[in-house]
């Protein structure tokens, strides 16, 4: 089945530093990918999606591109900020089959944390 | 605003009572689901439901069940059947299903 993998956490950085989180997939259809953030002691929002292969979300200065051919959507951020501080999901949503309803496939989540 | 809204934030409970989550959402959405996360894991679905009146179970149903009387509620039943109750519930809509989701804040239940 439908599979995401996501970098182990916690990943600690500075203030101003360049950030990746690496997310690969594994899926029988074409996904659309999303990223998802939660900031502690919050539900999560929708940070930014794609949904054709080449696609590149953004939002708040975080970019993540649909690579098919390495099955990833690595999200970055050219300089974070302590607030970027929060758990960062990686997930795909995919139909399992013809007749099947989509899922919504979740990675582990990536806890993220900058100091100043 | 427009918004889903879960209460309480925190549930406390003994072991053997049935407990039951709250999920009210005002932003017309069809689609509602109710997930649960542990430390360090993912979401797990529990269960969602695409119009009134029909839900379906998701990966760990069992322990739980749920009622979709209006478009707007969606609440959770955490039941003594349930083995290991104490978790982050998370309930989310979206306007069809598994487009983007929207979130509540949670509600963190812990059975002694």
């Known amino acids: 089945g439908d599979s995401v993998t996501q970098m182990e956490g916690p990943v600690t950085l500075s203030e101003e530093a360049f950030l990746t989180i690496n997310c690969t997939y594994t899926a029988t259809g074409y996904p659309s990918l999303f990223w998802y953030v939660q900031y502690p002691g919050e539900g999560l929002q929708l940070l930014l999606k794609a949904t054709k292969a080449d696609d590149k979300g953004s939002n708040k200065g975080f970019e993540a591109t649909y690579r098919k051919e390495t099955t990833s959507f690595h999200l970055e951020k050219g300089s974070v900020q302590v607030s970027d501080s929060a758990v960062y999901f990686c997930?795909?949503?995919?139909?399992?089959?013809?007749?099947?309803?989509?899922?919504?496939?979740w990675g582990a989540g990536t806890k993220l944390i900058i100091k100043p | 605003d427009g918004g889903i809204t879960q209460s309480p934030k925190y549930l406390f409970r003994k072991e053997g009572q049935n407990v039951t989550l709250s999920c009210e959402q005002n932003l017309n959405h069809d689609a509602m689901y109710w997930y649960r996360q542990d430390p360090g894991q993912g979401l797990r679905l529990i269960y969602y439901s695409q119009i009134v009146n029909d839900f379906q179970k998701g990966d760990i149903a069992e322990g739980y069940s749920v009622s979709r009387e209006k478009k707007e509620s969606f609440p959770l039943t955490v039941t003594s059947a349930q083995k290991n109750p104490t978790a982050f519930y998370l309930c989310a809509s979206s306007s069809i299903h598994m487009a983007p989701l929207h979130f509540g804040n949670g509600t963190r239940l812990t059975v002694t």
């Open positions: 997930a795909l949503s995919d139909r399992q089959g013809k007749d099947s309803n989509y899922q919504l496939i």
